[in-house]
């Protein structure tokens, strides 16, 4: 009866596990709350920044924001394994949520990414949209759970 | 489309989470039914029947907007 692709149940505990705190962890990153150091590493592709004077190209050191990238890490591989785990029981009104919630998160995203377009300019805009790339999928999970627990 | 699985589920004395566990679906999906909120797939409503030893007809209904 069912046809979606997804990870057995037992994953979406540990997703929680993954999602939440870096989650609270990544919005705390963006505050002055958390004093996170830069480390120099070696990475596959550093494109530099304008008046920079690293190097560019492939498997060049550079500074990294690195709390910031793991948590950013995190917060997708906790939210892929909350949002396509399997609920204890697949059935195809869950199936239906699932779909509800995914067109609630685009329909809501790309709402509040057209007010940006339209409002906000400079390296502003660029903060923002980093932002969003995760909304998509942070909405998504939260919306599909309020309804599975919503009477 | 109107269903009488409240009813059904009343005159057999079973909870939603009974009827569910034997239907193997979840408990939402029977509170969504009977709630007018989700109509089931012909599969679902067919089981549904055969758990009440009854036909499709006689537990889900047409409404006139549908």
Not at chain 1, 23 to 51: A, C, K, M, R
Not at chain 1, 71 to 84: M, Q
Not at chain 1, 89 to 113: A, C, G, N, P, Q
Not at chain 1, 134 to 150: D, G, M
């Amino acid at each position: 009866m069912n046809t979606l692709k997804l990870f057995p149940n037992c994953f979406k505990k540990t997703g929680w596990l993954i999602f939440i705190p870096s989650l609270i962890l990544g919005i705390l990153s963006l505050t002055d709350i958390l004093n996170l150091p830069e480390v120099s590493l070696p990475v596959f592709y550093n494109s530099g920044f304008p008046l920079s004077n690293e190097e560019n190209g492939l498997f060049k050191n550079t500074e990294i924001a690195i709390f910031p990238n793991l948590f950013g890490i995190l917060i997708i591989i906790g939210g892929v394994l909350v949002g396509f785990s399997k609920e204890k029981i697949e059935d195809e009104y869950i199936s239906s949520l699932r779909l509800k919630s995914v067109f609630w998160s685009l329909i809501v995203t790309y709402s509040i990414i057209l007010i940006l377009f339209l409002t906000i300019f400079g390296s502003l805009f660029f903060t923002a949209m980093i932002l969003i790339m995760f909304l998509p999928l942070v909405l998504y999970v939260f919306r599909f759970n309020y309804l599975l627990l919503k009477k | 489309m109107k269903n009488t699985i409240k009813i059904e589920r009343a005159v057999k004395n079973i909870t939603q989470e009974d009827l569910a566990k034997k239907i193997g679906v979840s408990r939402q999906t029977i509170n969504a039914m009977e709630a007018g909120k989700y109509v089931p797939s012909t599969v679902l409503a067919l089981k549904i029947a055969k758990h009440f030893d009854k036909k499709v007809e006689d537990i889900f209904e047409l409404e006139n907007e549908d």
